[in-house]
């Protein structure tokens, strides 16, 4: 296939975007070192896809110098040792660097290419304003806490459990926990008890991080009540760090400090636990620099957790080296990220994506946090973020996009948007029409990065190259070292068809595991058990000709009307052109032996359905897509069920329509909404 084949692009990089960029670099630095014989992207390659599709099989093929380059590359901290993996025959088992060391705040607090007096964070919230650190603050906070754990008697392998807004004082933590080789674990406060000590109590944690408040959408939330609650239902924590974030104080109110003394004093001398406060640990630990001490490759960074829409959220134990192998690998050579580049990513800290933000510390990368609502006081809210701070790196889930084209806010209007040379796009597809409202209305030359992946893998399976066009609805290549397929039932590989998204190989940031998964049985048959000896993501998708790559949306909520199967991304497409539609749920039940559409709607407030209405949207989505795209019923809803890390649930909707067990509750964001489905009869 020709160049002048392809579609056409929404954006090309210009000769001297590539010149200065990470990918044009490293495949320099690969050529200079005898590895890769493939076309260099000089200034008369701009656009080759055939150069990058080269650079990806070579990166396959050679799986294990790939990955010791993009080591040596990123002047990253350790070593890998002299094997390249364990020798598994099994791709589940495969483990690598087994003789590799590392300390992984170590790498973040001493990126190649930062300096002491860079800044390191910027954490803003609704109520406190701005707070920053420079490299040598961030990690002078960091050996203080790294001593008082190592006190309190945390040691190699020990979980941290941390209830904690997007803030510094988490990433404090963090760092903490990881430079004694402690093990993290997080819940952002916005998660019901019950949501957390489902994940908690399967991990014991000795140490529970709590902060005592958080804002959203202008409201102040106590959480010092809750801590109490939660120790008594996690018996194997010996100690509690609480972070008084004395948002209240702010704003004019008391904050009342005499549970300190009283509550809490009467509380550790029942248990024998101990309390200890974050602003004691900063006035009186010792600044001085820790040693890092280098643990394994492979040694257990942080668990992270599946949704648990479909019952007990599965804990996914992730290693420290393949974690950051594979996130300086996305975020330099993929996104683009140079010391002195100001990343933001709005998440909370619930979301894999504050694990990935973090990171940005290894690459030399500014990271900027925002906790709280992202429209309030008003949609404009994180667009002045960006201009005031110079943001470089700009992301936010697909989800945030479509509301600001619906409500409709358009960014460059308001704002200088001049800054932002990358924009990020996660969570769930971002359709073809998201793409062009971003460059008519953020600017026309960015580089737009829809990226797909997941929790599983703390990092993407296929994501941005900025060496590339934009093609809309496209995500733009696979991930470099990741044999990503697209492949039928037989597990035969397609190309302009829809199928199962697969990684045929193993790679550094796959799980160690789940825990409590003594045999790993739950992790293969999650994972491996599809298409034996090949990942299975749960991911509908399609590889194009362009060698593009276009999610649908979770294999596992695909419609099959009549045989057909469909991905719900194609029907939301054309739900574009009804600018009356908020949000929307494509869903199935059985009807007479076939699976038959049901569409939920949420419409802007003051808008009726009704039967022309219903008949327009019909026709429309006949029109543009086929008759088994058409629901048989249209239906207004009030809410749409939602996980905590803001994903609509189509799963819950089809369970709940269905008479079927809806899974753990506790793990939507709003789960009162789901009488309305439960209840709802055709």
Known sequence: MSEKDFPPELWSPSPERIAGSHLHRFVRKLKADGRWGGSALTEDACGNRAVIAGLHRWSVENSGIFWREVWQYAGLLGSLGGRDHNGADDLWDRRFFPDGKLNFAE???????????????????????????????????????????????????????????????????????????????????????????????????KLLIHATASWYNGKRFDHRARIGKLESRLPSLIATLIVENDAGVQVGKAYDRTWRIEDRHTEDRCTGRVTVWYTDVLDSESREPIEFERFGFNHPLYILYSSGTTGAPKCIVH???????????????????????????????????????????????????????????????????????????????????????????????????????????????????????????VHSDIHLAS???????????????????VVAGEIQSKGLGMDVRVVDPQGQTLRGQAGELVCAN???????????????????????SRYPGVWWHGDWAMENDTLGMIIYGRSDSTLNPGGVRIGTAEIYRQLEAFPEILESVAT????????????????????????????????????????????????????LPKTMNGKL????????????????????????CLGFFQSWKP
């Not at 929790?455 to 993407?460: A, F, G, P």
């Not at 649930?649 to 009162?672: H, K, T, W, Y």
């Open 588 to 639: 199935a039940r059985k009807e007479d032996g076939d699976e038959k559409i049901v569409l939920f709607v949420k419409l802007r407030p003051g808008i009726e359905l009704d039967d022309n209405w219903v008949a327009r949207v019909k026709q429309h989505l006949k029109l543009h897509c086929s008759p088994r795209h058409v629901p048989q019923w249209v239906v207004a809803a009030r809410d």
């Open 506 to 528: 193993s790679v550094p940031s796959m799980p160690l595991g789940f825990w409590n998964d003594p045999l790993n049985d739950r992790y293969r048959n999650t994972y491996w």
């Open 107 to 205: 790498n973040l607090l001493n990126a190649s290419g930062a300096k002491d007096t860079d800044l390191a964070i910027c954490g803003l919230d609704e109520a406190s304003g701005c707070t920053t650190l420079d490299r040598r603050e961030l990690a002078q906070r960091v050996y203080q806490m790294a001593r008082r754990l190592k006190a309190l008697g945390i040691t190699p392998g020990d979980r941290v459990a941390a209830v904690m807004p997007n803030s510094i004082e988490a990433i404090v933590g963090f760092l903490a926990t990881s430079a004694i080789g402690g093990v993290w674990t997080c819940c952002s406060p916005e998660f019901g008890d019950d949501a957390i000590v489902d994940r908690f109590a399967q991990t014991t944690p």
């Open 319 to 441: 290693g420290a080296g393949g974690t950051l192998l594979q996130h300086v690998k996305e975020q330099q050579l993929h996104s683009d990220v140079h010391p002195g580049d100001r990343l933001f990513y709005f998440t909370t800290t619930g979301w894999m994506m504050w694990n990935w933000l973090v990171s940005g510390l290894a690459s030399g990368a500014t990271i900027y946090l925002f906790d709280g609502s992202p429209v309030y006081p008003d949609h404009g809210i994180l667009w002045r973020i960006a201009q005031e701070h110079r943001i470089t790196h700009f992301g936010a889930s697909a989800r945030y996009y479509a509301a600001l084209e619906k409500h409709p806010f358009e960014p460059c209007k308001q704002v200088k948007t001049d800054s932002i040379r990358v924009l990020m796009s996660t969570g769930s597809p971002l359709l073809p029409e998201q793409f062009r409202w971003l460059y008519r209305n």
């Open 649 to 672: 649930s189509e799963i819950a909707v089809r369970n709940a329509i269905c008479g079927m067990n809806i899974g753990n509750v506790g793990a939507l964001a709003n789960p009162e």
């Open 451 to 469: 990226i797909s992946g997941g929790t599983d893998i703390v990092s993407c399976f296929v994501l941005g190259n900025p060496t590339i066009p």
